[in-house]
């Protein structure tokens, strides 16, 4: 079955940087977009960044864009997310995200990246 693990979180202070990985198993991993999203507690889940099947393309949240830079290693089926300049309001739990073609979304448990001083 389709399984993604998180990694990477953690407790950072305003301006640094933390780099998050999503490995992935039990899907063609090359085959498919991949996302990541984030969530506050009390507010929807929203999409950080997605990136397209071979890696080429991607695209970000306007509130992200210029500090956080979605990646991909296909021979490893790992996505990754690195988080530069983090800001307090960064503050989430970041899941990765697979939609299949059947329009079925999966998602990992998440990892909790907290930036504060």
């Known amino acids: 079955q389709v399984q993604l693990v998180e990694s990477g979180g953690g407790l950072v202070q305003p301006g640094g940087s933390l780099r998050l990985a999503c490995k992935t198993s039990?899907?063609?991993?090359?085959?498919?977009?991949m996302s990541w999203y984030r969530q506050v507690p009390g507010e929807e889940r929203t999409l950080v960044a997605v990136i397209t099947k071979d890696g080429g393309v991607a695209r970000y949240g306007d509130s992200v864009k210029g500090r956080f830079a979605i990646s991909r290693d296909n021979a490893r089926n790992t996505l990754f997310l690195q988080m530069n300049n983090l800001k307090p309001e960064d503050t989430a739990v970041y899941y990765c995200?697979?939609?299949?073609?059947?329009?079925?979304?999966?998602w990992g448990q998440g990892t909790q990246v907290t930036v504060s001083s």
């Open positions: 995200s697979l939609r299949d073609y059947g329009g079925t979304n999966y």
């Open positions: 039990g899907f063609t991993f090359r085959y498919y977009v």
